[in-house]
C-alpha cells in the first residue's frame, strides 16, 4: 500500500475492506432497505455477498475480470455489483432501455464474458452480435429463447459455492477500476467510462450534508453514476440507502416516511414536480433533512424553504467526481457553488486559454488526488485523448464563474444557441420556460435563421390535462427573459426524445427542425424588439 498521503486507507475507499469492516463493526446496522420493506443489514448484506462472490468464482470469473449487469433495481442488481467487487472484478452495468444498435455497442465495449442478465430483456439479444460474451446467467425468470454460441444458464449458476476460496491474487487497490459506466451518447454512441474505487470515493466529497445518521433514498437506476455514488458514500460512512425503482411524485412523501429515509438526489424537474403537488401531500414534520439540488433553480430553494429542509447543489457528470460544490442553503438560482478542496478548474476558449471574469468558458478540471477522476474511455482512446489534453480534462461544458467564484453552468457546448450576434444559454431559456403553468418539460434548440447565425426553437410536453397558447407563452416570457433569447418556434409534443438514462436528445430535435406543426411567432404577427432606454 502507497504511504501517499493523498491516497486514504482501503478500509475507507475500496469496496471489499469497506464492507467487511462495517459487517464487523456494526453487524445488525440495516444497510440497505428495498421498496418492498426488506431489510438487510450489514452482516446479511456481507453473507450474501460472499455467497454470490463464491458463485461468480465458480462460473470463471477472476480478478480485473469484466461482468456485465443487466438488470433492474432491486437486491439481485445490488448484491451482483458487489460480489463483482468483492473479488475485484469489474462491474459494467448496461442500461435496462437499451436495444438494437445501442446494445451491441455496450455489449462489444464491456469486454465481458460473463453476463448477468433479466430473463425479459434476453430477446433483445437475438439478432445481434454479442462479441465476447459467452456466458448469460438470467434472473428473475428462465431463458425463453437460444442465442448461438452463447450458454444460457438459470438463476441456480449464482447458488452459493462453498468450496470456492474467496482469496485474491492481490490486494484490490483504490486506482483499481471499480466499474464502466456508460455516458448518454446524445451526439454519438455511448462511451464506457472507466471508474476507480478512488473516483467514487472522491465523489462523495460532493455531498457536504452527509453523516453517518443518513439513511439516502436513490431512486435512480443503478447504471447511473448518481446512484451509484450514493450508494457508496453509504457505505464509506456507515449509513444505510433505500432503493427504489423509480421516482415517484405521488407517493414522493408516503415513501420518505416509511423509510424514513434522510436525504436524496432531486435531479433535473424533481423538486418541481414534488413542489407543485397540493401543500396537503407533505407531512407536517418529516424524517427527511437534506437534499441535493441538481441543477439548483428556484423549484430547489422553493423545496428547501417549504419543507424546512437543508439544500446543496453540485456539478458533476459521469467521468468527474462532484469537482464544484456550493454552500448549505445558496439562494443564487443557477449556481453550482465552487470547486472543492483539492479540484483545480478553469474556464477556457478553444486554445485552452483563460477567460476573464465573467465570460463564458469550457470548464476543464484536474485534481489533487491522483485517479481522482475517469481513467479514461475503454476501448476509446481516441476520446480518451480529446478529453484529456493538456493535462486537464475537458468537460465540454460552458459555464461563468462570477468574481466571488461562483461557477454557473450556460449550456453544452455542443448546444451553444447564437442569435443576432448575442449567446443564448438553452439552459437559462429552460429554466425561464419552466415556470409556466402549463409545461411539464422543455428542451431549447438551434435552428437556421434566414439571414444568418440562428433562431430559437423551443419544443415542449404539457403536464396532464393542460393546455397551451403558444403566443400566450411568449407574454409569459417577455418580463423573464431578454428580447433576443424569447424563442421565435414552439412546437408542442406529447414527449421530449431522450436517452435511456433520461436526457433529453437535444440532437433529434436539432435535426426535425421546423416541423409541419411547429408555431412560428413572426408569422403570428408577434414582434418582440429590443426595450429602448430614455436618457
Same mark, same amino acid.
Given at each position: 500500500m502507497t504511504t501517499d498521503a493523498r491516497i486514504p486507507p482501503r478500509d475507507e475507499c475500496v469496496l471489499r475492506p469497506m464492507l467487511d469492516k462495517w459487517a464487523q463493526r456494526s453487524p445488525d446496522k440495516v444497510f440497505v432497505v428495498f421498496e418492498d420493506g426488506t431489510q438487510w443489514t450489514y452482516a446479511q448484506t456481507q453473507e450474501r455477498v460472499r455467497a454470490r462472490a463464491r458463485a461468480l468464482r465458480q462460473l470463471g470469473v477472476g480478478q480485473g475480470e469484466h461482468v456485465l449487469v443487466w438488470l433492474p433495481n432491486g437486491p439481485e442488481c445490488l448484491v451482483s455489483w458487489f460480489a463483482i467487487n468483492y473479488i475485484g472484478a469489474v462491474y459494467v452495468p448496461i442500461n435496462t432501455a437499451y436495444r438494437g444498435g445501442v446494445l451491441e455497442h455496450a455489449i462489444a *465495449? #464491456?469486454?465481458?464474458?460473463?453476463?448477468?442478465?433479466?430473463?425479459?430483456?434476453?430477446? =433483445?439479444? @437475438?439478432?445481434?452480435?454479442? #462479441? =465476447?460474451? #459467452?456466458?448469460? *446467467?438470467?434472473?428473475?425468470?428462465?431463458p425463453a429463447t437460444t442465442l448461438p454460441g452463447v450458454e444460457l444458464r438459470t438463476a441456480e449458476a449464482l447458488v452459493d459455492a462453498p468450496h470456492m476460496s474467496l482469496d485474491l491474487a492481490r490486494e484490490i487497490e483504490p486506482w483499481d477500476t471499480q466499474c464502466i459506466i456508460f455516458t448518454s451518447g446524445t451526439t454519438g454512441p455511448s462511451k464506457g467510462v472507466m471508474t476507480s474505487y478512488l473516483q467514487l470515493h472522491e465523489s462523495g466529497k460532493g455531498f457536504p450534508l452527509a453523516n453517518a445518521s443518513d439513511r439516502h433514498m436513490v431512486p435512480l437506476p443503478l447504471f447511473h453514476a448518481g446512484s451509484t455514488i450514493p450508494i457508496y458514500l453509504m457505505l464509506r460512512l456507515g449509513a444505510s440507502f433505500v432503493l427504489v425503482g423509480a421516482f415517484s411524485t405521488d407517493e414522493f412523501w408516503q415513501v420518505i416516511e416509511r423509510t424514513q429515509t434522510t436525504s436524496l438526489i432531486l435531479l433535473g424537474v424533481m423538486a418541481g414536480f414534488v413542489v407543485k403537488r397540493p401543500a396537503s401531500d407533505a407531512p407536517r414534520q418529516s424524517s427527511l433533512r437534506w437534499a441535493m439540488a441538481v441543477p439548483l433553480d428556484e423549484d430547489g430553494i422553493e423545496f428547501g424553504r417549504r419543507f424546512k429542509v437543508d439544500i446543496a447543489t453540485t456539478f458533476n457528470m459521469t467521468e468527474v467526481s462532484c469537482p464544484i460544490v456550493s454552500d448549505i442553503n445558496p439562494t443564487l438560482p443557477g449556481s453550482c457553488g465552487v470547486a472543492r478542496p483539492g479540484v483545480q478548474a478553469r474556464l477556457v476558449d478553444e486554445n485552452d486559454c483563460e477567460v476573464a471574469v465573467g465570460e463564458v468558458g469550457e470548464m476543464i478540471l484536474r485534481t489533487d488526488t491522483p485517479w481522482a477522476m475517469n481513467s479514461g474511455y475503454y476501448k476509446n482512446p481516441e476520446a480518451t485523448a480529446r478529453a484529456w489534453r493538456n493535462g486537464w480534462f475537458h468537460t465540454g461544458d460552458a459555464f461563468r464563474k462570477d468574481a466571488q467564484g461562483n461557477y454557473f453552468f450556460v449550456d453544452r457546448m455542443k448546444d451553444a444557441i447564437r442569435r443576432r450576434g448575442e449567446n443564448i444559454s438553452s439552459f437559462e431559456v429552460e429554466?425561464?420556460?419552466?415556470?409556466?403553468?402549463?409545461? =411539464? @418539460?422543455? &428542451? &431549447? *434548440? &438551434?435552428?437556421? #435563421?434566414?439571414? &444568418?447565425?440562428?433562431?430559437?426553437l423551443l419544443a415542449v410536453s404539457l403536464g396532464e390535462g393542460k393546455d397551451l397558447d403558444p403566443a400566450e407563452l411568449i407574454e409569459f416570457l417577455r418580463p423573464r427573459l431578454a428580447h433576443f433569447m424569447i424563442p421565435r418556434y414552439v412546437r408542442i409534443v406529447a414527449d421530449l426524445p431522450k436517452t435511456p438514462t433520461q436526457k433529453v436528445q437535444k440532437h433529434l430535435i436539432r435535426s426535425e427542425g421546423i416541423t409541419a406543426d411547429t408555431w412560428d411567432r413572426e408569422k403570428a404577427g408577434i414582434v418582440v424588439r429590443r426595450e429602448k432606454l430614455s436618457g
Open positions: *465495449v #464491456s469486454d465481458a464474458k460473463l453476463g448477468i442478465v433479466h430473463a425479459e430483456l434476453l430477446p =433483445r439479444l @437475438e439478432q445481434l452480435k454479442l #462479441s =465476447r460474451l #459467452s456466458t448469460i *446467467v438470467t434472473l428473475h425468470g428462465s429554466s425561464e420556460v419552466m415556470a409556466h403553468p402549463s409545461i =411539464r @418539460e422543455c &428542451a &431549447a *434548440v &438551434a435552428v437556421a #435563421s434566414e439571414i &444568418a447565425e440562428d433562431e430559437v
